[in-house]
T-cell receptor, first 116, second 111 residues
Framework: KQEVTQIPAALSVPEGENLVLNCSFT??????LQWFRQDPGKGLTSLLL?????REQTSGRLNASLDKSSGRSTLYIAASQPGDSATYLC???????????????FGQGTILTVHP | KAGVTQTPRYLIKTRGQQVTLSCSPI?????VSWYQQTPGQGLQFLFE???????NKGNFPGRFSGRQFSNSRSEMNVSTLELGDSALYLC??????????FGPGTRLTVT
């Protein structure tokens, strides 16, 4: 059974800092890994998707890496801003015969607060 | 391109009643997945539909069911509601194996 853990559970940083969020998973047979952000009471916004054959993806100030063999992914946020304050969720699509059948297993999330 | 839409956005029901939630995926997406989010359990997978067939199911009781129509729109139904069913219900659509896009969710409160 796939289990996903995110560390730290909460993080508070001053504006402008670079930061790293960590995600680990127990079953390396993944199909893909996706990072999301969630604002309070809202749905999930997709940030980055990494396919199992990829090592990293970048979008603006965000960079996500994937090390399947060690069961780890990191989300790097450069030059953080107050608008980055949200809960960040890591989700793993487990490989089931060549597809994930839509099932994502989520971590509990990291609550990020960026203060001015 | 319109995003994933869910209706209704908020719902209050009484224990023992049943409820139906609706999800319209992004145009062209044939896969629709449903998730339950609670403060205690986080986000948990309910089921996934593709081309009107349930392909995968999470560990939820039979009171939770769903279906998908030929236009890929999906509904989920919860019968005999319990207090513990209070949650944010999220649906996501995707092209198989690709990035999942989530809707804004339906906030269900059971009293």
């Amino acid at each position: 059974k796939q289990e996903v853990t995110q560390i730290p559970a909460a993080l508070s940083v001053p504006e402008g800092e670079n930061l790293v969020l960590n995600c680990s998973f127990t079953d390396s047979a993944i199909y893909n890994l996706q990072w999301f952000r969630q604002d309070p009471g809202k749905g999930l916004t997709s940030l980055l998707l990494i396919q199992s054959s990829q090592r990293e993806q970048t979008s603006g100030r965000l960079n996500a890496s994937l090390d399947k063999s060690s069961g780890r992914s990191t989300l790097y946020i450069a030059a953080s801003q107050p608008g980055d304050s949200a809960t960040y969720l890591c989700a793993v699509g487990t490989n089931a015969g060549g597809t994930s059948y839509g099932k994502l297993t989520f971590g509990q999330g990291t609550i990020l607060t960026v203060h001015p | 391109k319109a995003g994933v839409t869910q209706t209704p956005r908020y719902l209050i029901k009484t224990r023992g009643q049943q409820v139906t939630l609706s999800c319209s995926p992004i145009s062209g997406h044939r896969s629709v997945s449903w998730y339950q989010q609670t403060p205690g359990q986080g986000l948990q997978f309910l089921f996934e539909y593709f081309s009107e067939t349930q392909r995968n199911k999470g560990n939820f009781p039979g009171r939770f069911s769903g279906r998908q129509f030929s236009n890929s729109r999906s509904e989920m139904n919860v019968s005999t509601l319990e207090l513990g069913d209070s949650a944010l219900y999220l649906c996501a659509s995707s092209m198989t194996g690709h990035e999942q896009y989530f809707g804004p969710g339906t906030r269900l409160t059971v009293t």
